[in-house]
C-alpha cells in the first residue's frame, strides 16, 4: 500500500494527530483548565486562556474532523466490502464528534464572552 498511496503514512499521522488535539481540545473546552491556564504551563500559568487561542483552534479541528468523517462515509457507502468497514466504520462517527466539539466551541466562547457593549447584559460575571 505504501507504494499505491505514498502519503498514507502522513495523511494517517496527521488524522491521529488531530484525533489527539481534537480531543484534548474537547476536554479543555468543558474543563476548568481551558479557561485558567495550568500551574505546569511555565510563564503562563495562573492567567486566563484567549478565548480565540481555545475557540479558533477547536472550530478548525471540528470542520476538519467532520469533513473526514464524510467523506470516509460516502467513500465506505459507495464501496460496502467487509475489508473497509473494520477499516474505515469509526470514522463514520467522526461527523457527530465534529457536531459536538463546533458546539462546546460555541459554548465556550458564549461562556467566556464579556457584557454587551451597549447595554451589558449577557456576561456570564452577571448571570453567577
Known amino acids: 500500500m505504501d507504494r499505491e498511496n505514498l502519503g498514507i503514512w502522513t495523511g494517517g499521522a496527521i488524522l ?28 503562563l500559568r495562573g492567567r486566563r486562556v484567549p478565548i480565540l487561542l481555545a475557540f479558533v483552534p477547536a472550530v478548525a479541528v471540528a470542520i476538519l ?35 459536538a466539539l463546533a458546539v462546546a466551541a460555541l459554548a465556550y466562547r458564549y461562556r467566556r464572552r464579556g457584557g454587551c457593549a451597549r447595554c451589558g447584559r449577557g456576561g456570564v460575571e452577571q448571570i453567577r
Open 65 to 99: 474532523v467532520t469533513s473526514a468523517g464524510l467523506m470516509m462515509t460516502r467513500i465506505l457507502l459507495a464501496h460496502p466490502t467487509a475489508a473497509n468497514w473494520a477499516a474505515m466504520g469509526p470514522a463514520m462517527l467522526w461527523p457527530l464528534w465534529g457536531a
Open 16 to 43: 491521529a494527530t488531530l484525533g489527539l488535539v481534537g480531543s484534548a481540545l474537547t476536554f479543555g473546552l468543558i474543563r476548568p483548565w481551558g479557561e485558567v491556564f495550568p500551574r505546569w504551563i511555565p510563564l
